[in-house]
């Protein structure tokens, strides 16, 4: 199916105000991104990236975590304990203090 440049845009781009995503055009129909409050230690913001198309045994997906890391009495033992061991800090946001932090994970043929 073609779609023009503002459907292009539109359904290959996600934003909020911690980060944005851009996946490829044949993705379109395919992913989602959904956001859960995950504040089971710390404040922290979980966003569920997958990717489901209709090749079977592919895919996959991400977990986004933000984690409001301002809080400098809080050691860091319990913000690590906040996300899966396997989450690789990837970055910080410009405007607070909020790490990024990212697990994926996907199949393949």
Do not use: C
């Amino acid at each position: 199916m073609a779609y023009d440049e503002k459907d292009v845009a539109a359904k290959t781009h996600y934003e909020n105000k911690y980060f944005s995503i851009d996946v490829p055009e044949d993705w379109i129909g395919y992913w989602d991104v959904i956001e859960e409050e995950n504040s089971l230690y710390v404040d922290q913001i979980l966003y569920r990236l997958s990717y489901k198309p209709p090749v079977e045994n592919y895919g996959g997906g991400a977990e986004i975590y933000i984690l409001d890391m301002s809080d400098t009495s809080v050691p860091l033992s319990v913000y690590r304990a906040s996300i899966p061991d396997y989450a690789e800090e990837v970055g910080v946001v410009s405007f607070a203090d909020y790490d990024v932090f990212v697990m994926e994970v996907g199949g393949g043929l």
